[in-house]
């Protein structure tokens, strides 16, 4: 589908510095004194926080009469400048009281020009102050686009640009499209480069970034390509209490690390940094109430330098005393004293100055294992599912069977990258030694079948679990109207089994079976092709040779039957299939359930390890190595008794242990 875009150039300079951030939400509102505003500021000085963020609150600086006053901000920036802190000021238009997020598109041509004016009063303003580091466009896009007159009119014009299509060439029609969402992830990006060229007109040279949030559900609304145009960095929200609901508490490291892997993705060459990460209770507030404790606040952080992060917010460092969510997710008590949550972060941010030399410049260990997921897949889930029982049984699986591959190589301390189809690099001459996983994208457009033809000739190997390719980008069932990977994945689908509880998958080079759950499928497969799982004599998985590289092909959800029963058997098999081992310098020795470990390159060679105990027990854990050198590690950070021993590593249940390896 054509999209029709005004391109807003990014400035060529440099913008982010090397050392990872570490900062606030400072919340201002009227009543608030002097004396309590400039405390705020003094504390995130004293505890190593030198980065904030403001939300700009239209409604707090223009009255009734439409004249302006800065005077409540004026002063924040003024204190931010004291203390040395940059600011990144957040745009939130004028809007009921009741909205705790913001509106994310305009209801009418007149709430839009509102907001061009009030881009302009602000930009002009506050340009001037040396604290103003960054304009955050937009608070959490995605979703939010309602049936109104502004989406209507720009529905019409789109609609214009990309007829509909009611047939495909071999006559079969079009009954379900995927039409609604395209123009959804349209206009979240159309949007935000309009916010973008607005700030243009007053200030050429501030740097521009945004935060993304529920990224498990909100991932195929994002063209993060396309925001590397007019963006300088690339940021999230990763609440646990809002954006993890797919995971059990003790998995929301392994959720913040997945959720730091997309958008490293989707920052390309650009910086990225989590720009909200939850500080405190959420009282009434959020899905999943809970107050993170001192090791998740110090998890959550070194989880984001691991990932390349170039810096952490979290929301907030102050409570609000008015609206809804007062007096929550605050870093500081009703007192403005710290809580042992900021203590944490203070202590990590003494960690990383310490030790500066060797996290500035330093970035993450490829693993050259990368889950790739098509925005088509979820859009068609929605729409195979929706208004019926499948979309909240389980078989609406988004993004879990992704998810349990994750978990499973985390686990065995290889941090894979995942990334959308669009970010992936194609163009290489050759992909020895590279791993793609798709795991159960369920719509394949006939357009990728050419780039992942020609990742496998190039030697890479695919991996393909679930009911990937069942359905093209116009949702039809292809093993029906033509399957256009039958070369590459060696044979077709015969039937789909649902199966109502987990069920062993034995596979012919693995200790002990996999597991599979909710659907079976069966392969009607080509001549040649090795039969890789086979089952009263059906064939359940089969290996491809293509090229120079191979296709492993299993069409039951092995992810997420990992995921629901254990770990193990997929960490051990996917190791002995990708054989990290050439890629990673570190490996756990056996995986282990609930421990995770990323690793961090640096410039001259020496190697970073985070690794962090969610298991509810200590740990002793042996380190394998391809290389045949002698590592001397030293410990840079522990918050607990952990420490190194030769390559093995002694860690405390939810301990933060990060090792330097010379």
């Known amino acids: 589908m054509l999209m029709t875009f005004l391109i807003c150039m990014v400035p060529a300079f440099p913008i982010a510095q090397d050392l990872p951030m570490l900062g606030a939400q400072v919340f201002i509102e009227p009543g608030q004194t002097e004396q309590q505003t400039e405390g ?93 580091y960054a304009w ?72 521009l970034h945004v935060n993304n949030h529920a990224i498990f559900s909100n991932a195929q609304a994002y063209d993060f390509p396309y925001w590397q145009t007019f963006l300088n960095s690339l940021g999230g929200s990763a609440h646990a209490s809002w954006h993890f609901g797919l995971f059990e508490r003790k998995a929301y490291a392994m959720a913040m690390a997945a959720n730091a892997e997309i958008i490293r993705s989707g920052s390309g060459e650009l910086p990225w940094l989590m720009t909200e990460l939850q500080g405190g209770s959420n009282i009434y507030s959020g899905y999943n109430p809970m107050c993170p404790t001192p090791e998740e606040i110090t998890q959550w952080l070194w989880l984001t330098v691991g990932a390349e992060g170039k810096g952490a917010i979290f929301w907030s460092l102050n409570p609000r005393a008015s609206g809804i969510e007062a007096g929550g997710w605050a870093l500081l008590d009703f007192q403005h004293q710290p809580t042992d949550r900021l203590l944490a972060v203070a202590n990590v941010s003494k960690s990383i100055e310490k030790h500066k030399k060797i996290i500035a410049k330093a970035f993450k260990q490829d693993p050259k294992i990368n889950l790739i997921y098509f925005k088509e897949s979820f859009w068609t889930e929605t729409i195979q599912t929706r208004n019926g029982v499948a979309a909240t049984d389980g078989r609406n699986v988004g993004f879990k069977e992704i998810l349990g591959y994750y978990k499973a190589l985390l686990e065995s301390g290889i941090n894979a990258n995942i990334a959308a189809y669009e970010e992936f690099d194609f163009s290489r001459d050759n992909y020895e030694g590279h791993t793609i996983v798709l795991a159960n994208q369920v719509a394949l457009p006939k357009a990728s079948v050419s780039k992942l033809e020609n990742f496998v000739t190039k030697g890479g190997k695919l991996i393909v679990s679930g009911l990937t390719g069942l359905f093209d980008e116009n949702v039809h069932n292809v093993m029906l109207t033509g399957f256009p990977f039958q070369a590459l994945f060696g044979g077709n689908i015969s039937e789909i089994k649902y199966i109502d509880k987990v069920f062993p998958f034995p596979v012919n080079n693995t200790k002990q079976p996999l597991s599979g759950v909710l659907f079976k499928g069966i392969i009607a497969k080509k001549e040649g092709v090795t039969t890789l799982v086979n089952e009263d004599d059906v064939i359940l998985g089969v290996r491809n040779q293509y090229g120079l590289g191979q296709v492993v092909w299993i069409p039951s959800l092995i992810g997420l039957g990992a995921w629901e029963n254990s770990i193990t058997p997929l960490a051990d098999w996917l190791v002995t299939e990708c054989k990290p081992d050439e890629n990673n310098l570190f490996l756990f020795e056996n995986p282990t359930e609930d421990v995770l470990m990323q690793t961090l390159q640096s410039p001259n060679g020496g190697l970073t390890t985070i690794c962090i105990n969610k298991s509810g027990k200590k740990q002793i854990l042996p380190l394998r190595t391809s290389s045949k050198k002698n590592w001397k590690g030293t410990v840079l950070f522990a918050n607990k008794t952990g420490g190194v021993e030769g390559t093995v590593l002694n860690i405390d249940n939810e301990e933060t242990l990060v090792v330097h390896w010379e």
């Not at 009281?97 to 009063?121: H, M, R, V």
């Not at 019409?156 to 029609?173: F, K, M, R, S």
């Not at 009954?175 to 395209?182: E, F, N």
Request: glycine fraction near 6%; charged fraction near 25%; charge should be negative.
């Open 40 to 132: 705020l500021f003094k504390t995130l000085a004293e505890h190593g926080m030198n980065i904030c963020r403001i939300r700009m609150f239209e409604s707090y600086m223009i009255d009734e009469k439409g004249d302006w006053d800065f005077s409540l901000f004026d002063r924040a920036f003024q204190m931010a400048e004291k203390y040395d802190v940059k600011v990144m000021g957040t745009f939130f238009p004028a809007t009921s009281k009741t909205d705790i997020g913001g509106w994310k598109f305009p209801k009418n041509d007149e709430q839009l020009n509102s907001f061009a004016t009030y881009i302009q009063k602000t930009v002009q303003h506050f340009k001037t102050y040396k604290s103003l």
């Open 136 to 207: 955050v466009l937009i608070n959490e896009p995605g979703g939010g686009l309602y049936d109104t007159a502004f989406s209507r009119s720009k529905r019409a014009i789109w609609d214009n640009e990309n007829p509909e299509i009611t047939q495909v060439e071999n006559g079969y029609p079009i009954l379900a499209d995927l039409r609604d969402q395209a123009f959804e992830r349209y206009m979240t990006s159309w949007m935000l480069n309009w916010i973008a060229q607005e700030v243009r007109k007053y200030d050429k040279d501030i740097h």
